[in-house]
């Protein structure tokens, strides 16, 4: 079967579209035949070679590529319940040690790794919920904050923090959302009470001035760090979505960084939010697998709304 694999670290060139051979599925494992694979910034920061410099992964001859997949099953290994031939499900592959990602024909995941894909969804749009979807709860889970808290999501009009906005509206938070001043309509359509452009030059004191005395906590999906640390009140919450963004903990706040991991029955809980609607699926395009290192291109120039998908 085809799959896109990394040999040697740098730029979009070394995405390799290669033979390999059939994955088999282990006890407590299931293979799904790809239909879309999500492209994400951690693939290309993984092809770069950045997680291997920062200590994340170790070195390796091969490299698979791609967390998020849609796709059918089409294997399920001894011991797996609740999968079986022919269902269409998403997953996360959330580890990076591995010689095949989801940017393949077809992989193997763990069952726990899975869920249903969400009903009326077409596979490219399933494929953007898994990494982003669950990065942001996980987010918000971190933040903690009860129903009626204020909080600041940057990066508002991003995949992951669509997501966010959303999920944080649905648990009773008032949101206050940082995006590009061509966003304010979409971020206050996904549940943003209080729209600041990230054009601003001073982000704290904007956010302040919508909420006084500063939010009670915020999920930093832009990695600007310090720069929104200020919008939060004393003794706030904080969480970066990404390694190595994450601020000092000024002012007694209580600084986190979300460590991404797999959670099949979060998943699905996601998944049915996304089939209620209640939950928005962008897809940027679509690209067949062999335009992988084009899809990181486009990646890479940003501008995004919504993720780029690749289609085995």
Known sequence: MRAVVVRGFGGPEVLELAEVEVPRPGRGQVRVAVAAAGVNPVDAVTRSGVLAQAGLMAPRAVTGVG???????DAVGPGVEGFAPGQRVVGLRDRLDVDLGTYAEQVVLDADALAPAPAGA?????????LNGLTALQALDLLALPAGSTVLVTGAAGAVGGFTVELAALRGLRVAALAGPEDEELVRALGAEWFVPRTVPDVARAVRESVPGGVDGAVDAALLGVRALGAVR???AFVAVAAGSAPTALRGIRVANVWITADGPALARLSALAADGRLTLRVADTLPLEKA????HRLEAGHLRGRLVLTP
């Open 293 to 296: 290192a084009d899809a990181h």
């Open 67 to 73: 967390w998020d997949v849609a796709g059918t099953v």
């Open 234 to 236: 004393g003794r706030g």
């Open 122 to 130: 077409t596979f490219a749009q399933a494929a953007t919920l898994p």
